[in-house]
């Protein structure tokens, strides 16, 4: 582990601790741009995020109905009754997105898949990046909001699922998230700059409990127009 990754990982509350757990559940509300032009506002309001906190395995109950819930895999998606009953499902569902332009309307598996994908990697962030396969380096820092933030560029395995295999978290004097970019390759490579506060400790673990993302430009400055992505959480509760 590098040395920023040390630092930002003591600061969320320590790997001992982390590893205590197994599953975290996440009550949130989605909102913002994005569904919007995606034709399904609305769709992830008041859910709850089910995670698996050391495999990539994410449901969010209620979905598409009050008695059904989505499960999510990397190479599967399916909609299920709540006591586990398959009712539809998707093989390969980033396949799904194949030909898509940014006007394209979603399905509700466009939908789960995307924000599953997402929210796995947010929800274990920055502990996922000492996961098996994850490369990481510190690079150059970045000034914002008056902070030095120490940045680290993340190479994910082929194995996870996430927005693109080349990320990077920024890091403020505490050693806390501040900033997370990407770009997202079901969107055409459209950008994504998250910015995550109003932390709380939850059992030990230090996470963000509000998200807010936006698109950059070609010099990494945050657009701040539209707001694409609204992220509200409510108790997280590992076990």
């Known amino acids: ?8 990982i003591s600061a969320h509350g320590g790997i001992d601790r982390w590893n205590e757990f197994a599953e975290l559940q996440a009550p949130v509300s989605i909102d913002g741009a994005i569904w919007h032009l995606k034709q399904q506002p609305g769709l992830l309001s008041d859910k709850v995020f089910s995670i698996k906190t050391h495999t990539e395995k994410l449901t969010i109950t209620p979905f598409s109905a009050s008695d059904r819930r989505s499960v999510f895999t990397p190479g599967r998606l399916s909609l299920e009754t709540l006591d586990g009953n398959v009712v539809e499902m998707r093989d390969s569902p980033e396949s799904a997105y194949a030909g898509h332009s940014v006007e394209t309307p979603w399905d509700k598996f466009h939908v789960a898949y995307f924000a599953s994908e997402a929210l796995w990697t947010y929800l ?7 996961y098996p ?6 690079i150059e820092p970045w000034y914002e909001n008056d902070e ?3 940045r680290l560029k993340i190479t994910f395995p082929d194995h996870v699922a996430s927005h693109t295999k080349t990320q990077i978290t920024h890091f403020g004097p505490e050693g806390l998230m501040r900033r997370h970019d990407y770009t997202v ?15 709380r400790e939850f059992q030990g673990i230090k996470m963000p409990t509000t998200r807010r993302i936006y698109a950059y430009d070609e010099h990494l400055q945050k ?9 509200d959480f409510g108790e997280l509760r590992f076990s």
């Open 124 to 130: 274990t962030s920055p502990f996922l990046y000492t």
């Open 185 to 199: 390759d079901i969107l055409g490579g459209a950008t994504g700059a998250n910015y995550p506060s109003n932390y």
């Open 1 to 8: 582990m590098n040395d920023l990754l040390d630092f930002a």
């Open 133 to 138: 396969g994850f490369e990481t380096e510190e």
């Open 223 to 231: 657009v701040p127009e539209p707001l694409l992505v609204t992220l």
């Open 148 to 150: 030095k933030w120490r």
